[in-house]
């Protein structure tokens, strides 16, 4: 199966970074991401057989990541992965936190660094003209690990387990 660590929006959230997606421009065969399939990737996993799930799941269950805030403030063109995403351009010091955390406890070499981003619309075959956004601000409460299925012509996101993150000290 393959898996990742991330945070999923609320609805609020979702329904915000809906509203941007609908006001991009973009070129004919582009596909804007289902509002269900909108995340925050922390650390991809990927292919693990069964046996590994236990570890992971007790890597999730151990992390202790406070809440914080993110701001995405600006949408993006990433040409090499053909996608629109919603970017934050600061990175709360929490967040950065608890990557560093997940990959170091997953063993695994954190290339390239963390950008706070959602997927907006994939198959963005040219860059689009992209206009200011207004932030679209997340309040983090939990984060998981999810089943990724790709064998349609969208990904299927399943959870396996949930974590709350920690209030703030």
């Not at 914080?68 to 600006?74: G, K, L, P, R």
Request: charged share 20%; glycine share 4%.
């Amino acid at each position: 199966m393959r898996l990742f660590f991330a945070l999923w929006p609320d609805a609020d959230t979702k329904t915000q970074l809906a509203g941007v997606a609908a006001n991009l421009r973009l070129p004919i065969r582009s596909r804007l991401a289902p509002i269900g399939n909108y995340h925050l990737t922390l650390a991809f996993v990927g292919e693990v057989e069964n046996a590994q799930l236990a570890s992971l799941l007790t890597i999730g269950a151990t992390q202790r990541a406070p809440r914080c805030t993110i701001s995405f403030d600006a949408t993006e063109f990433w040409a090499a992965s053909q996608v629109v995403v919603a970017a934050a351009q600061k990175m709360p010091p929490e967040l950065l936190g608890m990557w560093e955390a997940l990959h170091r406890d997953l063993a695994l070499q954190p290339k390239p660094p963390l950008r706070p981003h959602v997927t907006l619309a994939r198959k963005v075959a040219q860059a689009p003209v992209l206009q200011a956004m207004s932030p679209v601000t997340w309040r983090t409460s939990s984060f998981g690990l999810y089943r990724s299925e790709t064998a349609g012509i969208e990904s299927v996101y399943t959870v396996v387990d949930t974590w709350p993150l920690l209030d703030k000290k």
